[in-house]
């Protein structure tokens, strides 16, 4: 579990390929990179030719950046990895074909993708298969940046993240900031069952400006009524409006982003 409360999916994102992560979250219905891909290909595409590198935090297999630079949607990924014959498939066998799926669904305006996450697995595989241009395994609340970070940042012109705002802090994006030599736009969506105020201040104390969507989407069914339950007291706690939302049986998310 998470602080207030939130199953923990831990164990999907140490596998050596997706398939466990589109196994296991499917029945849940989590869609937040589908929701996410036409927000972050809008603002890839208003990077200047000298910024066009995105650094995704908390990557994990590189979906967002999948999404991002492949004619490909969430549904199909899903499909795609949870097939008969993808089941059926090793490891070696998948990431092989994974090469020529993402290959032959380049944009041609596709971005450089670089990938923060935790998992070394998760982050092998989606440079394996073309999906990241680098993987750093850092956890960049605890740990500075490596040279190759700090490098790949100062070309950076966006940060994005769909997942993992609820584990983070200021520290992670002041470190990418200090490495860029410049604050950098972050484009994040935010569950509603977390206080992102903390990280929109120190956005805010390097000069960005942070605009609030209105609007939610859908991020996953609950796994349990007891998981709904503890949402629905952490979003009434933060002063936000259950109804027909964290009460119809999702979590929400908001995007957030700093500019």
């Known amino acids: 579990m998470t602080a207030f409360g939130m199953t923990s999916f831990d164990e999907i994102y140490g596998l050596p390929d997706p398939r466990g992560y589109f196994a296991r979250l499917g029945p849940y219905a989590y869609q937040t990179p589908g929701h996410a891909q036409p927000v972050f290909r809008a603002l890839a595409g208003e990077l200047a030719p000298r ?15 999948a999404l991002l630079n492949h004619d490909v949607t969430l549904d199909e990924l899903y499909a795609h990895y949870t097939s008969p014959r993808a089941v059926g498939l090793t490891t070696a066998e998948l990431a092989a074909r994974d090469r020529d799926f993402y290959a032959s669904r380049r944009r041609p305006d596709a971005v450089r993708a670089v990938g923060i996450d935790i998992s070394g697995p998760a982050l092998e595989y989606a440079v394996a298969v073309g999906l990241l241009d680098e993987g750093h395994r850092v956890d960049l609340e605890t740990e500075e940046p490596g040279e190759g970070l700090r490098r790949s940042a100062t070309a950076a012109g966006l940060v994005t993240i769909t997942g993992g705002t609820s584990f983070l802090t200021g520290r992670t994006f002041a470190r990418l900031f200090a490495a860029a030599g410049r604050p950098l736009p972050v484009a994040a969506f935010v569950l509603r069952t977390h206080d992102y105020g903390p990280i929109s201040r120190c956005l805010e104390s390097y000069g960005l400006a942070v605009e609030r969507a209105g609007a939610t989407r859908r991020q996953r069914r609950f796994t349990d009524p007891g998981e709904q339950r503890r949402a629905v007291a952490a979003v009434t706690a ?3 409006d259950p109804a027909g939302k964290e009460s119809e049986g999702y979590f929400h998310t908001r995007l957030h982003l700093a500019r």
């Open 51 to 65: 910024r066009r590198t995105v650094i995704d935090v908390c990557c994990s297999y590189g979906i967002n950046t």
């Open 238 to 240: 933060l002063g936000e």
